[in-house]
T-cell receptor
């Protein structure tokens, strides 16, 4: 039972354009969502997060949108840069940022120069 | 620099042997550490949560006798895969939390059982 789903295994975007990565979840008890970026042979690194009491959080080029009624969140990267090429994981937790995370399958983003 | 160190990064072992993976928090005291497993093209699956000085809490379906977790100090947790079999081949990764620091992940361990 995949509670957090990233239905697009890969995404290719031109440098300078917007990258939109999507994530859906099924558990209405999730109240904290995070995005992680992962390079090969490295662990995931934290990118941005959002609490369920918000619908948007912005940090520089990265914005996360949360639509609770649709149980959907998205990560927008604009403008996209070649260095953004990596695997992006969506994760969710219950009872705030406890560290106990349920991950999606990941989306591989390729930003072409 | 890395705040969570995981060792080894790669290990190959023979079927039936045991393998120990270490996860260390380098500059903070990790009151809680988490162990995940990732199969190719799949998500990171939480295996267990360990709190310093107490027994680990395992997720449903994870064999506690096979995956031994020890969190004996505030900077070290170990995962021992006992009597490893080829189906245990996977990517194992830890994360650590504590001291008001955000969650940090190690770089993972690629285990191959032949």
């Amino acid at each position: 039972d995949q509670q957090v789903k990233q239905n697009s295994p890969s995404l290719s975007v031109q440098e300078g354009r917007i990258s939109i990565l999507n994530c859906d979840y099924t558990n209405s008890m999730f109240d904290y969502f995070l995005w992680y970026k992962k390079y090969p042979a490295e662990g995931p690194t934290f990118l941005i997060s959002i609490s369920s009491i918000k619908d948007k959080n912005e940090d520089g080029r990265f914005t996360v949108f949360l639509n609770k009624s649709a149980k959907h969140l998205s990560l927008h990267i604009v403008p996209s840069q070649p260095g953004d090429s990596a695997v992006y994981f969506c994760a969710a937790s219950v009872s705030g940022n406890t560290g106990k995370l349920i991950f999606g399958q990941g989306t591989t983003l390729q930003v072409k120069p | 620099g890395a705040v969570v160190s995981q060792h080894p990064s790669r290990v190959i072992c023979k079927s039936g042997t045991s393998v120990k993976i270490e996860c260390r928090s380098l500059d903070f005291q990790a009151t809680t550490m988490f162990w995940y497993r990732q199969f190719p093209k799949q998500s990171l699956m939480l295996m267990a949560t360990s709190n310093e000085g107490s027994k680990a809490t395992y997720e449903q379906g994870v064999e506690k006798d096979k995956f031994l977790i020890n969190h004996a100090s505030l900077t070290l947790s170990t995962l021992t895969v006992t009597s490893a079999h080829p189906e245990d081949s996977s990517f194992y990764i830890c994360s650590a939390k504590g001291g008001g620091r955000p969650l940090h992940f190690g770089n993972g361990t690629r285990l191959t059982v032949t």
